[in-house]
């Protein structure tokens, strides 16, 4: 574990946030390459920062539980551990009842704007596609992140979630906007 000090956090999450920093620069350049779609489409515009951010939150939620596992001791990496498997699940289950009431919003936004040229089953179905992607990416960059806090002697309570949520960032763009290649 890295030292309780103010010198002790800074040496052990410089580097972390300076490759994130970079992480959102890719996200921010892929996110610019889709401009034009994004302001054709209202409903998609609204959906990519929702999208982002329910996914960064999901896999914080499930960092902040892997985390507390692990400081109680009860976190094994073993792959049939029901904890990890359970936390999956629920992480999984929950975005798929979350990104179609997002799916929904968007529309509905849009369409208080007079700005619906997607029809509200193909926003929903982007939204739900791309929400059930990132949320198991989310599991997955979550579960690696935690294990490399773990074998690095890093507090996982500093660095899992900062790293998840601009990887999720940085996915966020890239699953949905794949979402939207595939669907429309």
């Known amino acids: 574990m890295s030292e309780w000090t103010v010198r ?3 040496r052990s999450m410089l580097p972390v ?3 994130l920093t970079l992480v959102e620069t890719g996200s921010g350049l892929v996110l610019g390459t889709f401009e034009a779609r994004l302001l054709a489409s209202p409903s998609l515009l609204v959906l990519v920062p929702v999208t982002i951010g329910t996914a960064g939150n999901l896999g914080s939620v499930l960092a902040s539980r892997l985390s507390t596992a692990f400081h109680l001791g009860m ?3 073993a792959p049939r551990d029901e904890r990890l498997v359970g936390n999956a699940v629920a992480t999984l289950a929950l975005a ?3 990104f179609p009431v997002v799916g929904a919003g968007a529309w509905a936004l849009a369409a208080l704007t007079g700005e ?3 029809s509200l089953l193909t926003v929903v179905e982007i939204a739900t596609l791309s929400g059930g992607v990132l949320a198991a990416l989310a599991v997955v960059v979550t579960f690696a992140a935690t294990y490399a806090a773990y074998r690095f002697g890093a507090d996982p309570d500093d660095v899992v ?3 998840v949520t601009n990887v999720c960032d940085v996915l ?3 699953v949905l906007f794949g979402a939207v290649l595939l669907l429309t």
């Open 161 to 163: 979630i900062p790293v």
């Open 172 to 174: 966020g763009v890239l």
């Open 17 to 19: 946030l300076a490759v």
């Open 116 to 118: 619906t040229n997607l």
């Open 75 to 77: 976190l094994t990496f």
């Open 96 to 98: 798929l009842t979350v």
């Open 8 to 10: 002790g956090l800074v």
